[in-house]
């Protein structure tokens, strides 16, 4: 007769009945938690297919918005007549020319604006229409060269020079 008392000892992990109820446990779980996981996971992925809300006119003004857009400057008023050298101040010059900014002599700022008056009204036109130090060309502005001219006129005027505005295009051509 065999004795059954004398056997080893089972080899492995599982030694008792309450570790093999763990591992089938376990077994079960940890597949069953990854495989919610991945579908969680697809499952949140924007659907394209029948049933989605992909067709829709919001999502399609959305996908066709475009990227940028382009603001054109109003044309100026009274049917294109050319602003005068005040409005092309307010509009572009007093950016700068308000505060100083940049070294650019301060409206009305006569000890800054006389040794510019004394060079004279076409050199002061000059510096306006091609730029001079940190001042781009006609000030950044998109304005015409009449306007730009007014706009020194008023600017030198109010520094202490006595410069006549420059007559209207159309009136000098009929001149």
Known sequence: ?????????????????RNLVLTIVAAFLVPVTLLLLVAGYFGAQPRMGAGSDAFDEQSIAA???????????????????????????????????AAGTLGAPKYADKAAWAPRVAQGFDTLLHSALKGKNA???????????????????YLANAGGASFAEPPAPAASAAD
């Open 1 to 17: 007769m065999t004795d059954h008392t004398d056997s080893p000892a089972p080899e492995g992990p599982i030694k008792t009945p």
């Open 63 to 97: 996908r066709l918005q475009p990227v940028g857009r382009i603001a054109l400057a109003d044309a100026p008023a009274g049917g294109g007549a050319p602003r005068s050298g005040e409005q092309v101040y307010q509009a572009v010059c007093s950016a700068c020319h």
């Open 135 to 153: 001042m781009p060309p006609q000030g950044g502005g998109a304005t015409s060269d009449d306007e730009i001219a007014r706009a020194v006129v």
